[in-house]
């Protein structure tokens, strides 16, 4: 396992709904990253936090937010849910902007209906 | 721009054969390229990684990658197959500047008896 955390496991959320997902890091790491992947696909990159700040953001609409805490645990926050957004969240914790390793999390299994 | 790809949806071996899993990539600049592997319901494994040096990536449980510059290919390896192998396999690459990964869409890695 790579201490990387994330809750809840699975999540069934009503279209409309707002929903929060929680990322605990692996410890001595500052940058956590989240990816969304929808069933058959790669992951895909939602934004990354480094110490607290957003540090970089992919092609999401602002209904996806988030936040990273004192201690390098994250959340991902989506308003509005659209039967779209249903797919696995990961979260990937490592070490600095740059470093050349991350480590996933088990995934949050988000379903829309 | 940076792209993945995996060429293949899904790769048959059998057991104790060698196999080899697919990717090419387009990066600008020097590229980190990166393979995870997913078992069902789980959050993402690293397996090897190519930064610089020798173009012979050697990582986990047996698996190697040869990195390719004039083919742009990062091609995953190993010289027998085992049956716990079967796996969803992502090729991944990064900007050396951003630890941003950019996914390929998945080789489904079957090993059969």
């Known amino acids: 396992e790579t201490g990387v955390t994330q809750s809840p496991t699975h999540l069934i959320k009503t279209r409309g709904q707002q929903v929060t997902l929680r990322c605990s890091s692996q410890?001595?790491?500052?940058?956590v990253s989240w990816y969304q992947q929808a069933l058959g696909q790669g992951p895909q990159f939602i934004f990354q936090?480094?110490?607290?700040?957003?540090?970089g953001r992919g092609n999401f609409p602002p209904r996806f937010s988030g936040l990273q805490f004192p201690n390098y645990s994250s959340e991902l926050n989506v308003n509005a849910l659209e039967l779209d957004d249903s797919a696995l969240y990961l979260c990937?914790?490592?070490?600095?902007?740059?470093?050349?390793?991350?480590?996933f999390g088990q995934g949050t299994r988000l379903t829309v209906v | 721009a940076q792209s993945v790809a995996q060429p293949e949806d899904q790769v048959n071996v059998a057991e104790g054969n060698p196999l080899t899993v697919k990717c090419t990539y387009s990066?600008?600049?020097?590229?980190?390229l990166f393979w995870y592997v997913q078992y069902p319901n789980r959050g993402l494994q690293f397996l090897l990684k190519?930064?610089?040096?020798?173009?012979l990536v050697k990582g986990s449980y047996g698996f190697e990658a040869e990195f390719n510059k004039s083919q742009t290919s990062f091609h995953l390896k190993k010289p027998s197959a085992l049956v716990s192998d079967s796996a969803l396999y992502f090729c991944?690459?990064?900007?050396?500047?951003?630890?941003?990964?950019?996914f390929g869409s998945g080789t489904k890695l079957n090993v059969k008896p």
């Open positions: 990066v600008s600049g020097n590229p980190y």
């Open positions: 936090y480094y110490r607290e700040e957003e540090n």
């Open positions: 990937a914790s490592s070490w600095g902007q740059r470093n050349t390793e991350a480590f």
């Open positions: 410890s001595g790491h500052n940058t």
């Open positions: 190519y930064i610089t040096g020798d173009n």
């Open positions: 991944a690459v990064t900007p050396n500047n951003f630890n941003k990964f950019y």
